[in-house]
């Protein structure tokens, strides 16, 4: 393979990987019924900008491999019609016999004889890989293989909200008006006031940054540049992850507990039901429930609640294929996510109305370092879990 086939190859499972990429997006948007998050919009145009980059790079490579492959067929061609004019045909003798006879013959000196006898007993030279190991090309099998994940299960299901600027609070209803009856005709109605309390947000910053040799850049096939990006952002998802599962799950009540042991069907079903109860009522049935499951817990649950969907299940069952986008499946109509934010033996219970989180995603930040021919890239944003109303979330523990 010549340098401008390597080129043309890397080139096209450069524009693959890329493809495979943004179906991967749409898929995952497809699978959650929802739009491009602002990340994965990012990801797109970049992926889409270097596929058209790519394509234009293409263009003149194709046509001189279209041009050469021509040649090489024409001189080959030719190379066949003078070989067949000029060179003997391959020596097969009908007996031993004739052999022994053409054999003589050389040794008496017949040019004819010698020549088809050395035709024959030439020995070829095997040429194997292991005596031009100059010529072979290392090849590189894309894509990368790296495991992180970017799905933020809870986070999705809350639905972030823009993070506004500056130091900011959320109102909250701390004190309602009242009402009773009246004790007599022409007596005192009852009076409260209304107090409005405010909830201080404060968020957090989250980021990294890599400074990458411009030789790195220029020189790596996928990628680097492309790669150290992706992954700074699947670290910021798992840490914004991380931070809200944590947040939550330390400001909600300790609810109801799973047995020691293997529970049944009943026992986890009676928990969720029970957390359930209590946080529709700080909630005044506002809200959306969800309970949100650490990928150690379906070792459990899964096969308490297989997908065989028989009519008098409280669930549809769970499936192995459902766990990478974050929503196992259900439990009493409670959907259950699973995200590896949350801590082991620990289940949340909560409604989408106790709780918010906020975001304000910088995104990728690059500079140029002239002196010593770097670019150091960063990736970061601002995020912010708030807790609206605690008893609006229950937390199940399963005992050891």
């Known amino acids: 393979m010549g340098s401008t086939d390597q080129m043309l190859a890397r080139y096209m499972g450069e524009i693959e990987d890329r493809r495979k990429l943004l179906e991967n997006l749409a898929e995952q948007a497809t699978k959650e019924d929802r739009d491009l998050s602002p990340q994965e919009l990012e990801l797109a145009t970049r992926a889409k900008d270097r596929m058209r980059e790519l394509t234009e790079q293409m263009r003149p490579l194709e046509e001189a491999v279209r041009i050469a492959g021509d040649s090489s067929e024409r001189i080959a061609e030719i190379g066949r019609l003078m070989q067949g004019r000029n060179q003997p045909a391959v020596i097969e003798y009908r007996s031993a016999g004739a052999y022994v006879l053409d054999f003589w013959k050389a040794r008496l000196g017949d040019e004819e004889a010698t020549n088809r006898q050395q035709l024959y007993t030439r020995a070829a030279a095997h040429q194997t890989t292991a005596d031009n190991p100059g010529l072979l090309p290392e090849q590189i099998l894309g894509p990368v293989v790296n495991f992180v994940d970017t799905n933020r299960p809870l986070i999705s299901a809350l639905g972030p909200r823009q993070l506004p600027s500056g130091s900011w609070s959320r109102p909250k209803v701390t004190q309602h008006t009242a009402t009773a009856g009246q004790v007599g005709e022409k007596t005192e109605l009852t009076s409260q006031k209304m107090v409005i309390s405010k909830l201080p947000v404060s968020a957090s910053t989250y980021g990294g940054y890599v400074n990458v040799s411009r030789q790195d850049i ?84 899964g096969p308490l609640f297989p997908p065989v969907n028989p009519t008098n299940a409280q669930s549809g069952g769970f499936t192995t294929a459902a766990l990478a986008s974050g929503l196992a499946g259900s439990i009493a109509g409670i959907p259950v996510y699973v995200s590896g934010g949350m801590a082991n033996d620990t289940i949340l219970v909560l409604s989408t109305a106790a709780a918010e989180v906020y975001e304000d995603r910088i995104g990728s930040l690059q500079v140029v370092e002239p002196s010593v021919l770097g670019v150091q890239v960063a990736y970061a944003g601002y995020f912010a879990a708030l807790v609206i109303e605690g008893a609006g979330m229950s937390k199940i523990v399963k005992t050891p």
């Open 218 to 301: 220029d020189w790596t096939q996928p990628s680097i540049m492309d790669l150290v990006i992706n992954d700074l952002a699947g670290e910021y998802a798992k840490d914004t992850e991380n931070h809200a599962c944590s947040t939550l799950t330390t400001a909600a009540p300790a609810g109801p507990t799973i047995p020691t042991g293997t529970p049944s069907a009943g026992d986890v079903s009676g928990a969720l039901w029970g957390a359930a109860a209590t946080v529709i009522a700080a909630t005044a049935g506002q809200g959306r429930l969800l309970a949100v499951a650490p990928p150690e817990l379906m070792g459990m649950l």
